[in-house]
């Protein structure tokens, strides 16, 4: 679950995220070539805004909007899901509108409640996610590494480098 009970942890590095950003960017672009290409990404704030730009550059996508939502006010816990700013009009109407032509792009699902709320925003737009945990994971169209739902994911921009004590001094016995 997307809370304390989430015990295991996934530590992505930048380096990690950039590589694993592309390998998202590398399969949009498939999906791009089938369906006609991507006019403008939408991405979530605010972790959708580190791979949105790493998309974007890939993909060559110049047109760039957010929504804004936040529903984890505190670490690992998971309060009110508030949408603090919608779709703007202009991208909200591209190819008839409902999201055709939209790219939304989120860091990750986890129990798929932000994603629930901007589909249903968008509701013809391409998803795609770097990370998935399995409540999310049939919300997405795309995305590139599946965690399990008791993991909970550290993203470079919330983590810096410490001391690690020898393994010998915590080591038991
Ligand atoms: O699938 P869910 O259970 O809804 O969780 C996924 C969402 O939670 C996190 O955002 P958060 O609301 O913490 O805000 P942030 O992006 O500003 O960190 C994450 O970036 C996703 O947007
Ligand atoms: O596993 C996670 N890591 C970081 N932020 C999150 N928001 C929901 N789940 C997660
Ligand atoms: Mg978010």
């Given at each position: 679950m997307a809370d304390a009970r989430a015990d295991k942890a996934f530590p992505v590095s930048w380096d990690q995220f950039h590589r694993d950003a592309r390998a998202l960017a590398w399969r949009l672009a498939g999906e791009a070539r089938a369906t006609g290409g991507f006019d403008a990404i939408v991405a979530i704030t605010r972790g959708g805004l580190v791979p949105a730009a790493i998309v974007a550059r890939e993909l060559d996508i110049r047109l760039i909007e957010t929504v804004c939502v936040a529903s984890y006010?505190?670490?690992?816990t998971q309060g009110g899901l508030q949408v603090l700013k919608g779709v703007e009009e202009r991208v909200a109407k591209i190819?008839?509108?409902?999201?055709?032509g939209v790219l939304i792009v989120d860091d990750l699902v986890d129990t798929g409640g932000t994603a629930r709320v901007v589909r249903a925003m968008l509701p013809k737009a391409h998803f795609a996610t770097v990370y998935a945990k399995p409540m999310g994971?049939?919300?997405?169209?795309t995305f590139v590494t599946e965690v399990s739902q008791d993991t909970w994911i550290y993203f470079p921009w919330d983590m810096g480098l410490s001391f690690q004590p020898p393994i010998r001094e915590g080591a038991p016995g």
């Amino acid at each position: 679950m997307a809370d304390a009970r989430a015990d295991k942890a996934f530590p992505v590095s930048w380096d990690q995220f950039h590589r694993d950003a592309r390998a998202l960017a590398w399969r949009l672009a498939g999906e791009a070539r089938a369906t006609g290409g991507f006019d403008a990404i939408v991405a979530i704030t605010r972790g959708g805004l580190v791979p949105a730009a790493i998309v974007a550059r890939e993909l060559d996508i110049r047109l760039i909007e957010t929504v804004c939502v936040a529903s984890y006010h505190d670490y690992k816990t998971q309060g009110g899901l508030q949408v603090l700013k919608g779709v703007e009009e202009r991208v909200a109407k591209i190819r008839g509108g409902e999201g055709a032509g939209v790219l939304i792009v989120d860091d990750l699902v986890d129990t798929g409640g932000t994603a629930r709320v901007v589909r249903a925003m968008l509701p013809k737009a391409h998803f795609a996610t770097v990370y998935a945990k399995p409540m999310g994971r049939p919300l997405v169209d795309t995305f590139v590494t599946e965690v399990s739902q008791d993991t909970w994911i550290y993203f470079p921009w919330d983590m810096g480098l410490s001391f690690q004590p020898p393994i010998r001094e915590g080591a038991p016995g």
